[in-house]
């Protein structure tokens, strides 16, 4: 089992920036893709980004591509996701993941989850 723990969430203006950041440790092996997801209170949980843990390949959701950026650091087990251009659509509390699928979008092929962090995007 991996654990994750997310941070750098906050509240941003419309139009600014923030980089999340989550950090892994435990098991690792195995796991070959990472994401960030996103939820708002009564909806379901919503797929952002993933990257493969090996290749690096990156998927994004159509409503952040061009936005968001997603990356890795391998050797510091770091998770990252670099939010430019934000919009108020975009408050949620974001999550990251570790599963056994690269490049899935789907929670459920992911097993391991942060506690999520706020981001909150004013208008």
């Known amino acids: 089992q991996v654990q994750l723990v997310e941070s750098g969430g906050g509240l941003v203006q419309a139009g600014g920036s923030l980089r999340l950041s989550c950090a892994a440790s435990?098991?690792?092996?195995?796991?070959?893709?990472l994401g960030w997801f996103r939820q708002t209170p009564g909806k379901e949980r919503e797929f952002v980004a993933a990257?493969?843990?090996?290749?690096?390949?990156?998927y994004y959701a159509d409503s952040v591509k061009g936005r968001f950026t997603i990356s890795r650091d391998n050797a510091k087990k770091m998770l990252y996701l670099q939010m430019n251009n934000l919009k108020p659509e975009d408050t949620a509390v974001y999550y990251c993941?570790?599963?056994?699928?690269?490049?899935?979008?789907?929670?459920?092929?992911?097993?391991?989850w942060g506690q999520g962090t706020q981001v909150t995007v004013s208008s």
């Open positions: 435990g098991r690792t092996f195995g796991n070959y893709g």
């Open positions: 993941a570790a599963g056994t699928v690269a490049g899935s979008a789907r929670p459920a092929d992911f097993g391991s």
């Open positions: 990257i493969s843990w090996y290749s690096g390949g990156t």
